[in-house]
């Protein structure tokens, strides 16, 4: 069976864009997150009223102005953490001229496409009419587009896809990326997620139903407070994070630097409610067995896991239950597991692609981050959390990665060092 690797990184997030300011804003260990600046929380009426924005964010220094006009906010994420990525990876490519490569592909995630690039088009519409709307449109905001922006301007002919399983979209993107490989048909799988949902209907959606932190206090980046007793809600954000998954006799021999190996991946579903878990958490410990057993890595070989940890209150306990049932409750009390979404925020189908990233990192370096804004301990999430400051661990060898998403969709990916 052929082996898949990570060998390139391109985040594209609030606390760093591209891999050394990305791992630079990790060992900070300090949010982005802040009021939203894209539209006024109070004016609209909303009971959140906190986001990790890009707000740095200059697309003009990926894009020439033709091309803008024809990429949405999401795709623009996507394809500029491809262009990190592939670049990170070592892997040249053309833009003017692609070279057709047809055993290099694209896998990608998005929970909500170009949904908030359409709600602004609409505006326009209302005050204009059909003349107001941009004629690109259809083509900028379909889920399919980064994926499709991305192959375009590379010449990458081998699978194409794009998944929307919600907040799980960039870990089953990678995970499927891992299966492209193994099947053998692609030698590179360039996998990831993207994002931009910061728009009045899309973030207030929901705001709505209350599934939001509605935090107001300080500082605002507490917001996004996975297992703290008092978490209420989780913090949207936005970006995007592209991995080059490659195959790993392709990447010796053209001499790559590897991150890690892409063991084992998990895919399925509660069949419970739209936006709760199973109480008893059955699906969530079975992904989680899945993975391992995909993996062919036994639960004591897990020293890390990166949580889920969405900050919401039902979520982040039932996923310490399913925790410590898969990989059994001794060893899940020994071995640090964190929630890293209080850096970036939740940016829905990008976070897991983003949380990829943070492992391979972890595995490279030999250092594991910490849960920020940690200060109420709650019963039932009894795991070693690593409250607020970052761990070295030089010995980590194996890393569960785990997202839940809205639907009940679960995915889990084992990661290790080569």
Not at 187 to 197: L, N, S, T
Not at 256 to 276: F, K, P, Q
Not at 335 to 361: M, N, R
Not at 390 to 411: A, D, K, M, Q, T
Request: aromatic letters at 8%; a neutral charge.
């Amino acid at each position: 069976m052929k082996r898949a690797v990570i060998t390139g990184l391109g985040p594209v997030t609030p606390i760093g864009v591209g891999r050394a300011a990305f791992w630079q804003g990790l060992r900070a260990q300090q949010s982005a997150i802040a009021r939203v600046t894209a539209f006024d929380t109070f004016e609209t009426g909303l009971n959140a009223h906190h986001a990790g924005e890009l707000r740095d964010w200059d697309p003009r220094a990926f894009f020439p102005p033709h091309r803008l006009k024809r990429l949405d906010r999401y795709a623009q994420f996507a394809v500029a953490s491809a262009r990190l990525a592939l670049a990170d990876a070592g892997l040249a490519y053309d833009a003017e001229n692609p070279e057709p490569r047809p055993r290099v592909g694209v896998s990608f995630g998005t929970a909500l496409g170009g949904i908030a690039g359409a709600e602004h088009q609409h505006g326009h519409f209302v005050k204009k009419g059909a003349r107001g709307v941009n004629p690109t449109l259809a083509v900028q905001v379909f889920g399919g587009s980064a994926h499709a922006n991305i192959a375009i301007e590379c010449g990458f002919r081998g699978p194409g896809t794009t998944n929307s399983n919600s907040c799980a979209s960039g870990t089953v993107a990678v995970g499927e990326a891992l299966r492209y490989i193994r099947d053998g048909l692609a030698d590179v799988i360039v996998a990831g997620g993207a994002e931009a949902p910061l728009s009045p209907l899309t973030f207030g959606a929901f705001a709505f139903i209350k599934s939001m932190s509605q935090w107001q206090g300080e500082p605002p980046a507490r917001a996004c407070r996975p297992f703290d007793a008092t978490r209420d809600g989780f913090v949207m954000g936005e970006g995007a994070c592209a991995l080059i998954v490659e195959e790993y006799e392709h990447a010796r021999a053209r001499g790559a630097r590897i991150y890690c190996e892409v063991l084992g991946y998990s895919l399925n579903n509660d069949a419970y409610h739209m936006t709760s878990p199973l109480p008893d958490g059955a699906s969530a410990i079975a992904a989680i067995r899945a993975a391992l057993a995909d993996a062919r890595v036994p639960s004591e070989e897990i020293g890390y896991v990166n949580a889920h940890a969405s900050s919401s209150p039902l979520n982040d306990a039932a996923e310490t239950l399913a925790i410590k049932a898969a990989l059994g409750e001794a060893h899940a009390r020994r071995i640090p597991v964190s929630g890293t979404k209080p850096y970036h925020a939740h940016a829905l189908g990008a976070t897991g692609a983003i949380e990829a990233a943070i492992c391979a990192l972890a595995l490279a370096h030999g250092w594991v981050p910490p849960t920020l804004h940690y200060e109420a301990p709650d019963p039932p999430c009894d795991l070693d959390i690593v409250p607020n400051e970052g761990r070295e661990y030089p010995h980590l060898r194996r890393v569960l990665s785990n997202s839940f998403g809205f639907g009940g969709i679960n995915s889990c990916l084992v990661f290790g060092k080569i």
